[in-house]
C-alpha cells in the first residue's frame, strides 16, 4: 500500500506534487562530450554584438571560410564587459589556465548551455550559462564567494519535458518533492521545509539553489541519479529552490532573466 501526502495551492497550470513514493529510473549517460576545443581571438569591438572571431594570422580570403556552426558556443573575454582577448570554446575544457586563458572577466554565450566550475577538472563552485551576455562576474553567481572560473563544459539539454524529485534523506528515503513542468523559486512557499540530500531527474535539466528566490550555490541536475547531495557538488543538503534549464532549441530567451 502506498502513502501519499499533498498539499494544494492555488490553481496553476502546473503545481509541485509532493509524495513519497519512489520511482526507478536509469543512470545517467557520460559518454556524448566531445573532444575539447579551445579558439583564441582578439576582439576589435567593445560589444559583444560586433566583435571579429579571426586568429591571429587570418587573411580576408580564410576569414570566408567560416566552420559548420556548432551545437555548442562561448565566448571567453578576459576583461568585464567583454573586453580585452578572447577565448571562444566549442567543447568542454578542464583548465582554462593551461589552454592559455588567464582570467574569465565576461562572458557570452552563443549557444548554449553551459556550466562553469571554480577548479580545474570540473570541480568546485557551479555557474550554469544559459545564451545571453554576462558581462561581469555578479551576473552569473550571486554566492559572491569566489569570481574565479577555470573550467567550462556544456551541458546537455535532452528533452523539453521537466520531470524532478527530490528528497529529504540520502538513497532516495523520506519525504519527496515532485516537480513536472515548473520553476519553483521557493520550497517553502510550497510547505516543504526539508532538507534535500538525494535527487532523481527523470527529464529535463534543472539548477537548484542554496537559497530561495534563486539564490546561493548552484547544483547541476541532469537526467539520472544523485543519491547524495556530495554528488551534485553540495557540502550540506540544503536546496530550496530550483528551475528548469531549457536551451534555445526550444526556448530562445532562456528560462531566467537575471535581473538589474
Not at 588567464?102 to 548551455?113: D, H, M, R
Not at 559572491?144 to 521537466?162: G, L, M, N, Y
Request: glycine residues 6%; proline residues 7%; charged residues 20%.
Amino acid at each position: 500500500m502506498s502513502l501519499f501526502w499533498t498539499q494544494t495551492r492555488l490553481p496553476s497550470v502546473s503545481a509541485p506534487q509532493f509524495a513519497i513514493y519512489i520511482e526507478p529510473l536509469m543512470p545517467p549517460h557520460s559518454d556524448w562530450y566531445k573532444p575539447e576545443l579551445v579558439r583564441h581571438t582578439h576582439c576589435f569591438s567593445s560589444h559583444p554584438s560586433w566583435f571579429t572571431m579571426a586568429t591571429d594570422h587570418q587573411n580576408p580570403a580564410t576569414k570566408q571560410k567560416q566552420p559548420v556552426a556548432s551545437a555548442f558556443k562561448l565566448v571567453i573575454y578576459e576583461q568585464e564587459n567583454f573586453q580585452g582577448r578572447c577565448h571562444e570554446l566549442t567543447g568542454p575544457c578542464n583548465n582554462l589556465q593551461e589552454a592559455g586563458v588567464e582570467k574569465v572577466g565576461s562572458v557570452l554565450v552563443l549557444c548554449g548551455p553551459w556550466v562553469g566550475f571554480e577548479q580545474s577538472g570540473c570541480k568546485g563552485e557551479q555557474y550554469v550559462f544559459e545564451k545571453g551576455e554576462y558581462p561581469r562576474w555578479d551576473a552569473w553567481t550571486n554566492s559572491r564567494r569566489s569570481d574565479c572560473i577555470v573550467a567550462f563544459r556544456p551541458v546537455k539539454v535532452d528533452s523539453q519535458e521537466h520531470k524532478i524529485m527530490l528528497y529529504e534523506n540520502p538513497s532516495f528515503s523520506g519525504k519527496k518533492i515532485e516537480i513536472i513542468d515548473d520553476d519553483v523559486p521557493s520550497f517553502h512557499a510550497h510547505g516543504f521545509h526539508e532538507k534535500i540530500s538525494s535527487v532523481r531527474v527523470q527529464s529535463g535539466t534543472w539548477v537548484g539553489y542554496q537559497y530561495p528566490g534563486y539564490r546561493g550555490f548552484q547544483y547541476l541536475f541532469e537526467k539520472g541519479e544523485f543519491k547524495e547531495c556530495s554528488e551534485f557538488g553540495a557540502i550540506q543538503p540544503q536546496v530550496q529552490s530550483v528551475r528548469r534549464v531549457r536551451d534555445m532549441q526550444f526556448h530562445p530567451r532562456g528560462a531566467f532573466q537575471a535581473s538589474n
